[in-house]
């Protein structure tokens, strides 16, 4: 009962923190949607140079920690007048951008070669073909794991409170620390996460079943 | 001026690496020609199909279309394409189309006529190839033979000036081979250019104007079906008729 009281007493900070976790992983998966599509096109260039480039850009990000990435970028663009939330965004979406340029690379090489000759056949360019024909069906492949990297950016975006960004997490050890009860909170907002994450699995099968009429 | 041709291949030679696949191809197909291209696999037909619409591009050699010779520096493959119709062994539908939407996708977005114009061009595609009820039907709910009776569609939907057929009914079942057959005969019958990658001897003699059979990356003999299949003069084609026969 303790628990519950607890729960109801906090939760219009927890949803502005819950509000707030949600704007940072929404508008940082969207920009790591481009990044990781730029980055896909330079890994299937098959120019050595972008290639490479493509090569670094995924080495650093899975080879530093995520919370050394977001520190980078706070200090970072901080210092250009950046504004906190936007440094996070930033961060979180240059570390994405690396696993979804993997992801899009994986679907789109995975979409049958006769495709690209089919459309190559009726006079499209390498560019029409690849925006009419392979994107869309790359795309409907994409969506597991894409739903997949978007759950794990939502609990990634925990990290920014180390930059004391008042997102759930932060929320709940700052109620912890003042009150001497950190379990209680942990515990509320574990719950708060999950429901966000079934929220989101919900959506994202919605929009699976909808893209899968045509099988 | 000799006669007029649709396309003539002089001395084309094709390696993939250090496998020379096409050696010295000479071979011309006139307006309305139907030509089928027999041998065994690896014989070369199918890269000998794929030059002529430019999917492969040639090591060495002339490829002549329409008067005029055509050169990667010097042309928009891609305009050239467009006047070459494909059909492919595997169909290559485009799977997140409806059946209407795959024969639309190119006068639509290639050619950018009038949806109107395409959609009404496109209607009445399908009825010659039997297909109106699958208009809003997905790909994935077709049999193979109507599988390739939609690209089939598709490819005539650019008004292609020539149609390629790489073993068309290859990928069939014996029973759903004839509908395809029986399309591409009307086209033939319509006096369209045809060249032919197939297996089908019985299609071959009763269709095609000359057979080309090839071996080893070479033409080994070029006749009229029934001569050809009847009496071979190389010892080569005898056989290879012998094992499919």
Known sequence: MDLLTKFIDTYPVFLKGMLLTFQLTAVAVFIAIFIGLFFAFLKISRIKVLEWIADIYIFLVRGTPLVVQIFIFYFGLTALDISQFWSVVLGLAFHNGAYIAEIFRGSIQSIDKGQMEAGRSLGMTAGLAMRRIILPQAFRRAMPPLGNQFIIALKDSSLASFIGMYELFNVATTYGSNEYDYMSYLLIVAVYYLVLVLIFSVLVNMVEKRMASSD | ?245
């Open chain 2, 1 to 245: 001026m000799s006669e007029s041709y649709m396309i003539k291949v002089e001395k084309l030679n094709k390696s993939f690496g250090d496998l020379h696949v096409l050696k010295d191809i000479d071979i011309t197909v006139k307006e309305s020609d139907v030509v089928c291209l027999i041998g065994a696999s690896g014989s070369g037909k199918s890269t000998l199909l794929r030059c002529l619409n430019f999917l492969e591009l040639k090591d060495s050699g002339n490829i002549i279309f329409e008067g005029e010779k055509v050169e990667k520096e010097t042309h928009d493959l891609n305009k050239v394409r467009e006047k070459v119709g494909m059909v492919f062994q595997h169909f290559h539908l485009f799977p997140h189309m409806t059946v209407l939407e795959n024969v639309m996708e190119a006068p639509l977005h290639v050619k950018k006529l009038s949806k109107d114009q395409v959609k009404k061009e496109a209607q009445e595609l399908l009825r010659k190839v039997g297909l109106s009820d699958k208009e809003n039907v997905y790909p994935s709910k077709l049999s193979g033979g109507q599988k390739q009776r939609v690209a089939i569609a598709r490819a005539l939907a650019m008004k292609p000036d020539i149609m390629l057929f790489d073993e068309p009914t290859s990928a069939l079942d014996p029973e759903l081979v004839g509908e395809v057959l029986s399309t591409m005969k009307e086209l033939a019958e319509e006096g369209m250019t045809m060249v032919v990658v197939t297996h089908e001897m019985g299609f071959a003699k009763e269709v095609a104007d000359w057979a080309v059979y090839m071996h080893d990356g070479r033409i080994v003999e070029v006749g009229h079906p029934e001569d050809l299949f009847n009496n071979p003069k190389e010892e080569r084609t005898k056989n290879f008729l012998d094992s499919v026969l």
